[in-house]
């Protein structure tokens, strides 16, 4: 509806200038960015979409390739996103100052190996330690490719979002805000010793 009221007074600008003033685009919506994209692209997609997006990619080097790009390397971006860092940014066009100030993005990316060390090279960069991580074992035997139980992906995920949904919806209707998650002292002393003895192999 906003992109056709901007279409329409645009159509009213282009017919006779001084009917109107020269309508401002309405800003892109969108809850999946893509991540092909540049520093300032992306920067203004999480400030029109209330500071919030996701990153949703199957192939991992569209994220990688992207990072390499002189105009593309948001990986700041990312690592301050993870603990919601105010970001700025300069519009060199319009002149015009914008600051997100918290900023709330979740990437999704699933990859091979070798698109993965594209990504993250070492763990010595700072997106090792911002990204949680699974490896899949690959099966052994040849996998039916005429199972018809997976034609009922679609809906399995539908219902699964519906459950997700009812979560979100009950903890968003609690009164305390923000919810706060804390360990025991026994979990507490595990995580330090386990954490502890990583930071050794890596170090």
Do not use: C
């Amino acid at each position: 509806q906003l992109y056709a009221e901007y279409r329409s007074k645009l159509k009213e600008y282009q017919q006779d200038k001084s009917a109107t003033d020269e309508p401002t685009h309405p800003g892109s919506k969108m809850a999946f960015m893509p991540a092909n994209n540049s520093k300032s692209g992306l920067l203004q997609l999480i400030h029109e979409n209330d500071e919030r997006g996701i990153l949703f990619e199957t192939e991992g080097d569209t994220l990688a390739d992207a990072l390499r790009q002189e105009q593309g390397n948001f990986s700041d971006l990312l690592r301050k996103a993870f603990h919601h860092e105010a970001v700025s940014f300069y519009r060199r066009t319009e002149r015009e100052f914008r600051e997100i100030e918290n900023p709330y993005l979740s990437v999704v990316l699933s990859s091979t190996p070798d698109q993965y060390l594209k990504l993250i090279p070492t763990v010595q960069n700072g997106l090792f330690s911002r990204f949680l991580h699974f490896s899949l074992k690959p099966a052994k035997e040849f996998r039916n490719v005429f199972d018809r139980e997976k034609r009922g992906y679609p809906e399995y995920f539908a219902a699964l979002g519906e459950d997700f949904l009812k979560v979100f919806l009950h903890l968003e209707g609690l009164e305390n805000d923000p919810i706060e998650f804390e360990f025991r002292p026994e979990q507490e002393a595990r995580f330090l010793s386990l954490f502890g003895g990583w930071k050794q192999d890596f170090g």
